[in-house]
């Protein structure tokens, strides 16, 4: 992991330190949403139903976008400027970032809407351009996060502190969402990152997606790329960010 800039004014703490990797998979979740849902909203027929399934289904990506970045902004942000001032220059980018983010997911609602009442080519192309935009600036912004912001949340959040970000961003999403980025991580770890990672989910939450939760996944990654994409067909994030 890249190292961060030169403390000025850092405010010690006896048990920071954390692994803040998790953070890694839900960011390869967005790009690849991000991705796949230009194809998905293009592949769509005109069909009133199917316009309606995938308009709701890219409305719970956004929802759960903004909800991801809500949570930054009021956990986060703060925190790092105080304890590793020199990050101060990366957290304004960040706050810089979210908020233009918030604009592009802001004017996608009329752009959904007019899609689901006309279903016609002219309005699924806008749609699909506008997640084009937001992918791209996605990834400028989290290959940013990870590159400058990681390692100082490493240095300076305890791992209690860290596991409470964990559990507020939970109670935030719906239950179709967690399902969605739990499917998505799952299909992107190996055969070990995924044994490591099971140890740690709560038992009532695998049996959950077993019941049908998994059926909820499939069936949202079905309508968010056409069907160009299947379960288990993503490979593993690099374990090292571009420079």
């Known amino acids: 992991m890249a190292t961060a800039l030169p403390s000025s004014g850092d405010v010690p703490s006896e048990d920071a330190g954390c692994d803040p990797s998790d953070l890694l998979y839900i960011h390869d979740a967005f790009r690849r949403l991000y991705a796949l849902m230009p194809t998905g909203v293009r592949g769509t027929s005109s069909d009133r139903r199917r316009v309606a399934q995938v ?14 970045h809500v949570l930054e902004d009021s956990l986060l942000w703060d925190n790092l400027e105080e304890r590793r001032p020199a990050c101060t220059v990366h957290v304004e980018l960040m706050k810089h970032h979210h908020a233009e983010v918030a604009v592009l997911l802001g004017s996608s609602r009329p752009l959904l809407d007019a899609w689901e009442q006309q279903r016609d080519q002219g309005a699924g192309e806008a749609v699909a351009a506008h997640l084009e935009a937001i992918g791209a600036l996605l990834e400028e912004h989290l290959a940013k996060e990870e590159r400058f912001i990681l390692p100082v949340i490493e240095q300076t959040f305890s791992e209690q502190e860290w596991e409470h970000v964990g559990e507020e961003a939970q109670k935030g999403y719906a239950r179709s969402q967690i399902f969605l980025f739990f499917g998505l991580i799952q299909d992107s770890m190996t ?9 740690e989910v709560p038992r009532a939450i695998k049996l959950l997606y077993r019941l049908y939760g998994k059926r909820s ?25 571009s420079p």
């Not at 996944?217 to 960010?241: I, K, V």
């Open 191 to 199: 055969p070990g990152q995924l044994d490591e990672f099971l140890t």
């Open 55 to 68: 308009v709701q289904s890219v409305r719970l990506v956004n929802d759960a976008l903004h909800h991801h």
């Open 217 to 241: 996944y499939e069936r949202n990654l079905e309508l968010l790329s056409a069907g160009t994409a299947r379960p288990g067909h993503f490979s593993a994030r690099p374990s090292e960010p």
